[in-house]
């Protein structure tokens, strides 16, 4: 079964199912599914709205999960995420600067770093910041994420659109590879969008840092 047809088979259940089980560890395309769910909304097949809601939800619900782990089991935790990691020595030096220099501001822009979205909520626990505080912080990084996906999914959605009508209109083996080429446009689209968006993340991070060293250092 295919994503769009998850989506219009399950709708609300699984943008909401999408993101939180992404959310808790499970590599699932969240991001892309928003995306998706952009252009459905954009042709009024499910609301805009809804889906924004749930999908930040979603988002806070896991990262409320990975907070309390830090908060029961500390360091541990970051120590087993840090080792899941391609670069465990990255991560050390990511965990070190998150919130030593940025506190929660830093959630505003790790949901878009890949590897730190787990990362910085264990963090957050683990350095003891106040749960409410925390889930302040963390919702409006949610409520830039979620948005910037569903806007892609309205901007393309003629794009997104036009791939649909194609695995329609294809046989059942033609919409196969259709629909694998499809996905894999959408995946080059949205992987080019969430890597500049981790670049001005990265780089709103290191200009905190130097400006924190100018003033402190």
């Not at 970051?78 to 830093?106: I, N, V």
């Not at 959605?157 to 036009?162: A, L, M, S, T, Y």
């Not at 689209?189 to 969430?194: L, S």
């Amino acid at each position: 079964m295919t994503l769009h047809e998850l989506l219009h088979q399950y709708g609300y259940a699984f943008v909401l199912a999408a993101v939180l089980v992404e959310q808790v560890g499970v590599p699932i395309p969240a991001f892309a599914v928003l995306v998706v769910a952009g252009a459905f909304a954009a042709n009024g097949a499910i609301s805009a709205p809804l889906v924004f809601v749930l999908a930040v939800l979603g988002a806070v619900a896991g990262d409320l999960l990975w907070f309390q782990l830090g908060r029961r089991f500390g360091a541990r935790v970051l120590l087993a995420l840090c080792g899941l990691r391609s670069s465990p020595e990255r991560c050390a030096e990511d965990r070190d600067t998150l919130f030593e220099r940025f506190g929660l501001k830093s959630l505003l822009v790790t949901r878009f770093v890949p590897g730190l979205a787990a990362l910085a909520p264990s963090l957050a626990g683990v350095a003891g910041y106040r749960r409410r505080h925390f889930a302040a912080f963390d919702a409006l990084g949610a409520v830039l994420w979620a948005g910037t996906a569903l806007a892609l999914g309205v901007v393309f959605h003629r794009e997104i659109d036009r791939m649909l009508v194609l695995m329609q209109a294809a046989g059942a083996q033609a919409a196969a590879v259709v629909g694998a080429l499809a996905l894999a446009v959408l995946a080059v689209i949205v992987w080019r969008v969430r890597d500049r968006l981790g670049r001005l993340g990265r780089s709103l991070l290191g200009a905190l840092r130097g400006r924190s060293c100018g003033c402190g250092c």
